[in-house]
């Protein structure tokens, strides 16, 4: 099939959501897992859904020639490029297919893609953490100078024939391949195990870069005229490689894959024959691509790829002629593609005139409307929630509502604002609506914020706090806990469900949550674990149980987006101003101690990872938002500590992930994201011990703001990096309480006695052992209780064998 090059289409998106409407995917992996469906099931399940999705998008007029981004993925979009690369880990080479040799491994199974995702045995999975500033997450290849690289999976091929060729004879639809670009792919990157001092993974940019153009022959043979690489890493310098390092990159990949690669190959007579490789489009969402360090919209308008797509939403409007530029399409992200509020059309439409005015534009040659980022982080559609308001339905833009506005907005553009009056007009209506609504400013919510002093975010001394708890507390050296949840059984999420449904009376739920909170507390007294949870069966999620009861937030119903893997959540809608209109947690957590003379932990979710795993109101600066979600959380700790609690934590794991992407930013966020959970404990009484836990985070680039917070002890992510960040906490002379976790609960696999043993040691050399608690890496919601049970009776002993020494 030859590839028919055309300007890419005026309305285009980057990435939509890919676990289905009804999470058909999540289903089915999960259920592939499970044994009971087999690889060729679940290749089917994902076949319709990816011919569905497309089907639908052209449908909402994303039907041009490459309109539709193919961005499917069964687990992460990294992951892919991992297999798609054949870049297997050492520990993991017996995964290849027979046959294969390290310089050209072969392409894995899905068995084999899942594993390492998951973990087998002995073998931990790849690490984890956050996509940029979101609440995705990707799994972290492991590159080493003999690390196989080579085109060794050509799925993306296959997904794009699937579609353009459909096997049904029904609408075919030629979508445009979407793989995280190689700079990109290699910045997020951790050098392997046994890489010797110095290597980097960037340093394979050559062998990264020869596959990727193996790649692009393919989808050119294929009869791809467009594809597209995403380039985020452009929009931050928080990798530690300076910006010239990565403009260097940037043009050593570009110039062979744009350049040396054409589009439209001669043959020696001169005459044009079978393209080389499809049209690039490189995005850089999540930020701006200009920066004190650099300008990467210059750079990449000096290659010699067709389109570049540009975040105008969190990266400012550029201004004046951009040389390269000219023979170009610029993907003008103009839709909010993380957030979902409504967008005012008509000054998006102004922004757009402006970037194509004659002689005050960009001079690019064509410009085409589309999203900041990616749909993956928004649901599918707001048609699907009945149960919302219908005033407050109207501000709210999911995905589908997203491609509308860009369909829209592109008519406008090239049709004229009069093409458009009417949903222009709408739009407006819609924005003046959501200004004017009661609640969206409730004066004593803002008044409480207003009066707020220096002297309502300080605790005593750490030392005289320090004292009082171990008086009260008398824990044992190297204390044990869990970060608060326990698993959620089919039988508790049915419970849940049958009250809702009001099919369970208040009492008979009551009745059925507390029982499973004695289960919970007498398996932790049975382990022996010294700082005991509740287990949290009465919470759907660590932030919608909060949301739930705090007026300010609704919730969905099929709002669900994908966190990770096939892990979904469902992010409560920020809309208002935040108060607690009754206690939150105490009845659980009160009933929890009256069953042990054990401490008993008070569970509460911080407020700045309550904004962050929100969609969060945009007509209000994040600092008086959080304040006024700190206050609320103040009142419950001081009712915790009424009704006898003496262990308050206030988890914020999303700390690391809001932080900017540009380091000149980052005094600003710390300064109002430490005070908000500052402002959230320090009412708390001198004997009170106040945890907090981080997870998914590059610490180093935080330790500052974790001894901001002034927590009494602070348990953080650190099993799957094996104490990444012990030495980083020693180096800083941190000196309060830390849980470096041992056990990760991301995976299945249970760590043996020797392996807990091995880091509690490693932690305990590091830092004053009197200050090391032994936990888990996070909640245990999302584990099985067999292998609960497991892990934490091998966390228990190995505590035992590590005090033994002390």
């Known amino acids: 099939m030859a590839v028919e090059f055309t300007h890419l289409p005026p309305a285009t998106i980057l990435g939509y959501p890919r676990i289905g409407r009804r999470r058909e995917l999540k289903r089915a992996v999960e259920s592939f897992w499970a044994g009971r469906t087999t690889a060729d099931e679940l290749e089917a399940t994902a076949r319709d859904l990816r011919l569905t999705t497309a089907r639908h998008l052209a449908g909402l007029g994303l039907d041009g020639t490459a309109a539709v981004p193919g961005s499917f993925s069964f687990y992460d979009q990294v992951l892919d490029v991992v297999a798609l690369l054949g870049a297997v880990p050492e520990r993991f080479r017996d995964l290849v297919p027979a046959g294969s040799t390290d310089e050209s491994a072969g392409a894995l199974s899905l068995e084999g893609y899942f594993t390492l995702a998951r973990g087998e045995g002995d073998k931990p999975p790849l690490e984890m953490t956050k996509w940029f500033d979101t609440n995705y997450h990707y799994l972290v290849p492991e590159i080493g100078p003999d690390t196989p690289i080579g085109f060794v999976d050509d799925r993306v091929v296959r997904q794009f024939t699937e579609l353009a060729r459909p096997a049904d004879d029904g609408q075919a639809v030629v979508t445009r391949p979407v793989l995280v670009g190689p700079v990109t792919f290699l910045l997020l990157s951790k050098a392997a195990d046994k890489a010797p001092e110095g290597f980097r993974p ?179 559609d707001v048609a699907d929630e009945p149960r919302l308001d219908a005033g407050l339905k109207s501000w709210l833009a999911f995905a589908d509502q997203k491609v509308a506005e860009v369909v829209t907005l592109a008519a406008g553009l090239t049709a004229g604002r009069p093409a458009v009056a009417d949903a222009l007009a709408e739009s407006t209506a819609a924005v003046r609506s959501r200004a004017q609504a009661p609640g969206v400013v409730v004066p004593e919510v803002r008044e409480r914020t207003a009066a707020l002093t220096a002297a309502d975010v300080e605790r005593a001394p750490y030392a005289e706090r320090a004292a009082a708890q171990q008086a009260r507390l008398d824990l044992p050296p190297l204390p044990t806990t869990t970060i608060g949840s326990f698993p959620q059984t089919a039988e508790i999420r049915r419970t849940r469900a049958a009250w809702v449904r009001g099919e369970l009376s208040d009492a008979e739920y ?197 001894d901001g917070l002034d927590a009494d002890v602070t348990s953080v992510e650190a099993a799957r990096s094996r104490m990444e960040i012990v030495p980083e906490l020693a180096d800083a002379g941190y000196g309060r309480g830390i849980g470096p976790g041992v056990y990760d609960i991301h995976s299945p696999r249970v760590p ?27 909640g245990l919601k999302t584990r099985a209780y067999a292998e609960t049970k497991e892990s934490l009776r091998n966390l228990v002993r190995a505590t035992e064998e590590v005090r033994a020494t002390l």
């Open 202 to 380: 960037l340093d394979r940019l050559d062998d990264v870069v020869a596959a990727y153009a193996d790649v692009l022959r393919a989808l050119a043979a294929a009869g791809a005229p467009w594809v597209q690489l995403d380039e985020p890493a452009l929009v931050t310098d928080l990798l530690d490689v300076p910006f010239s390092e990565v403009a260097d990159a940037v043009r050593r990949a570009y110039t062979r894959l744009a350049t040396d690669l054409s589009p439209t190959a001669s043959d020696a007579a001169g005459a044009d024959g079978p393209a080389e490789r499809p049209a690039i489009l490189v995005t850089a969402p999540y930020g701006d691509l200009r920066s004190e360090a650099g300008d990467g919209l210059a750079l990449l308008a000096g290659t010699d790829v067709e389109a570049i797509a540009v975040d105008l939403v969190k990266g400012a409007v550029p201004t004046g002629p951009v040389p390269g530029l000219a023979t170009k399409t610029l993907v003008a992200g103009v839709i909010d593609g993380h957030n979902i509020w409504r967008a005012d059309l008509d000054a998006r439409l102004t922004t757009l005139e402006g970037l194509t005015a004659p002689g005050t534009g960009l001079g690019a040659g064509a410009v085409a409307v589309g999203t900041s980022t990616s749909l993956l982080h928004v649901p599918h």
């Open 510 to 706: 009551t009745a059925a949550m507390r029982a499973e909170i004695a289960s919970t507390v007498a398996l932790q007294e049975e382990l022996g674990l010294d700082v005991l949870v509740h287990g949290e069966p009465e919470r759907n999620d660590m932030v919608q149980y909060f949301a739930e009861q705090l007026d300010g937030f609704v919730t969905t119903v099929h709002g669900w987006v994908q966190s990770y893997g096939s892990r979904c959540v469902r992010p409560p809608i920020l809309w208002g101003d935040v108060s607690r209109p009754a206690p939150l947690t105490v009845e659980w957590t009160a009933y929890a101690a009256s069953l042990t003379d054990k401490p008993v932990k008070g569970m509460l979710t911080g407020p700045v990872t309550i904004l962050a795993w929100s969609f969060v109101r945009d007509d209000l600066p994040l600092g008086d938002t959080a304040d006024q979600v700190a206050l609320a959380l103040r009142d419950e700790v001081t009712d915790l500590e009424e009704a006898g609690i003496g262990v308050v934590q206030v988890d914020e794991p999303a700390l690391r992930e809001l932080l900017p992407l540009r380091k000149a930013d980052h005094p600003g966020y710390l300064d109002w994201s430490v005070r908000s959970f500052r402002l959230s404990t320090a009412g708390a009484g001198t004997a009170t011990q106040v945890h907090t836990h981080l997870c998914y985070s590059e610490f180093g680039q935080v330790i500052g703001a974790i």
């Open 752 to 778: 043996s006695v020797e392996e807990v043993t091995e880091l509690v040691r490693l932690a305990a050399k590091s830092i004053d052992p009197r200050l090391v608690w032994v936990n888990p890496d996070c």
